[in-house]
């Protein structure tokens, strides 16, 4: 059998807490300089339907230091689905490489990849959900909290792939969860619905960015327009116009909040340039651990599957 690394909704706390162990001490190897390289010999495929700096660059870069090498397929190389069918490309691909990242559109698309692959297959993000940035904030809030328990976080914008994620997370730790967003851009239900059953109480879906921002220990924001929706991005422009983080709504946060956001960042419209660059900000934190989160994941994942199988 092998191991997916699909949702975080697929994971009980103690693997995460076990893959975020794992990406702490790969920091502090990488950082000491000591070289840690238990993927020698191992390819990692990297199908991406959509732009990546930052997932683009982590995987890749992650893959060469823990030993192994990595090949990109951009949209044009194999046109998903198009040129040939997924469960195809799937299995090819696993008489060829060892691990799988992709970044789709369609969340279906990223699970027949899984369902026909023999070798584990990681979500690079899907319309869905982005669960590689948020076990990489996760990292970032135990690095600047100490711990996870008992943090609120509030969520000013989209009720999106990142949200959705957030709120498997937020059921997994029991955090407080709030996400302001205007009426009509709530998340997933089914995934809402889940959090909500599994953490009573702790889920709050709100309209009012300062209310859910009220002591909040994080704030978090990410684009109004998600990748693929660029047709209605004038429409979200005039829906999400008071849902950005600026100064006068970080006044109604903990003293001590962190600000986070998964990047890229449009300054001036979710989040100031003064908040976004200002000292309570850790985007570039969370930019960089998804390096070594995701460098977790694999060697969780690869330790974990029996290839073939
Ligand atoms: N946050 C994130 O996934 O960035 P990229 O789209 O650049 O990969
Ligand atoms: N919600 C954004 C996240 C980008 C990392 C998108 O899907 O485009």
Redesign the pocket.
């Known amino acids: 059998m092998k191991v997916d690394f699909l949702s975080l909704a697929d994971f009980s706390r103690a693997d995460v807490e076990s893959m975020l162990d794992d990406a702490d001490r790969l920091k502090a190897e990488l950082r000491a300089g000591k070289s840690t390289r238990p993927l020698v010999g191992k390819t990692l495929a990297m199908i991406f339907e959509k ?6 660059v982590t995987f890749e870069t992650g893959i060469k230091q823990l030993g192994g090498a990595s090949v990109y397929l951009a949209p044009e190389d194999i046109r998903l689905g198009a040129r040939e069918t997924v469960a195809d490309i799937a299995r090819n691909l696993s008489r060829w490489v060892d691990l799988i990242v992709a970044r789709t559109f369609s969340h279906r698309s990223l699970v027949e990849l899984a369902q026909h692959a023999t070798i584990p297959v990681i979500n690079g ?1 899907t319309d869905l959900l ?1 669960p590689a ?1 948020v076990l990489a904030d996760l990292m970032t809030m135990r690095e600047r909290r100490g711990a996870l328990e008992n943090a609120t976080v509030a969520f000013i914008g989209d009720g999106n792939n990142v949200v959705n994620s957030w709120l498997n997370a937020a059921a997994l730790f029991g955090l407080d969860f709030r996400l302001a967003c205007p009426p009509g851009y709530e998340p997933d239900p089914k995934i809402l619905a889940r959090a909500q059953a599994l953490v009573p109480g702790r889920i709050q879906i709100l309209n009012d960015p300062a209310a859910a921002a009220k002591d909040a220990d994080v704030v978090y924001t990410d684009v109004w327009t998600s990748m693929g929706q660029e047709a209605e991005s004038q429409a979200r422009r005039a829906a999400f116009a008071g849902y950005q983080i600026n100064a006068a709504l970080l006044r109604e946060a903990s003293k001590d909040v962190l600000v986070m956001h ?3 960042a449009h300054r001036g419209e979710e989040i100031t340039a003064e908040v976004l660059d200002g000292p309570r900000s850790v985007v570039l934190d969370q ?1 960089e651990n ?1 390096l070594h989160a995701q460098k977790a994941v694999m060697v969780w994942l690869s330790t974990r599957s029996q290839p073939g199988a």
Not at 51 to 56: A, D, E, I, Y
């Open positions: 732009p990546s700096l930052r997932t683009r993000l982005h940035q998964c990047l890229p930019a998804r």
